[in-house]
C-alpha cells in the first residue's frame, strides 16, 4: 500500500513538475516573441517660433478670415503657413480687431465737451497681438427724451379695421 501511495505522489509530483516547466516556456517564449521597440529620436530643430500676421477678412472688416504665419530656420521643411481666422464683429475695431476689452458703464455727460467716456480694459489678445492695457472711449451725449407710450396692438388693430370700413 506504501508503495501505490508512493507512486501516486511521484506522478503528481511529477505532472506538476512538468506543467511547471511547460509554463516556464510557454512565458519565456511569448516574452522572447515581443520585439522592442527602438527608442524615438529626439528631433531638435533649428525652426524658429511661428510669427502671425493680423487676421485679414476676405469680406467686410470682420468674420472669416486668414493669417500668414513665417519662421525662421535653416533647415525648416516649412516657413510660412496659412491659417483661418475669425474677427467677431461685436469687438471694437477701432483698438485693434484682435484686442477684446472689458468695459466699465458710461460715466456722467461732461457738460463741458458734451461727452461722456468709459475706459476698458485688456481682457485678451489673439495671437500674441500688441494691445494697449487700458483704452478710454468718447461718445456724444444723447438728449434726454421720455420715450413715447405705445398704442397696445389691439387697439391698432382696431383703428385699421375702422379705416377699411370708412373706404
Not at 34 to 58: A, I, L, M, N, R
Not at 61 to 89: F, N, V, Y
Not at 107 to 135: F, I, M, P, W, Y
Request: hydrophobic share 30%; aromatic share 8%; proline share 4%.
Amino acid at each position: 500500500m506504501q508503495a501505490q501511495q508512493y507512486q501516486q505522489q511521484r506522478r503528481k509530483f511529477a505532472a506538476a513538475f512538468l506543467a511547471f516547466i511547460f509554463i516556464l516556456a510557454a512565458v519565456d517564449t511569448a516574452e522572447a516573441g515581443k520585439k522592442e521597440k527602438p527608442e524615438k529620436k529626439v528631433k531638435k530643430s533649428d525652426c524658429g517660433e511661428w510669427q502671425w500676421s493680423v487676421c485679414v477678412p476676405t469680406s467686410g472688416d470682420c468674420g472669416l478670415g486668414t493669417r500668414e504665419g513665417t519662421r525662421t530656420g535653416a533647415e525648416c521643411k516649412q516657413t510660412m503657413k496659412t491659417q483661418r481666422c475669425k474677427i467677431p464683429c461685436n469687438w471694437k475695431k477701432q483698438f485693434g480687431a484682435e484686442c477684446k476689452y472689458q468695459f466699465q458703464a458710461w460715466g456722467e455727460c461732461d457738460l463741458n465737451t458734451a461727452l461722456k467716456t468709459r475706459t476698458g480694459s485688456l481682457k485678451r489678445a489673439l495671437h500674441n497681438a500688441e494691445c494697449q492695457k487700458t483704452v478710454t472711449i468718447s461718445k456724444p451725449c444723447g438728449k434726454l427724451t421720455k420715450p413715447k407710450p405705445q398704442e397696445s396692438k389691439k387697439k391698432k388693430k382696431e383703428g385699421k379695421k375702422q379705416e377699411k370700413m370708412l373706404d
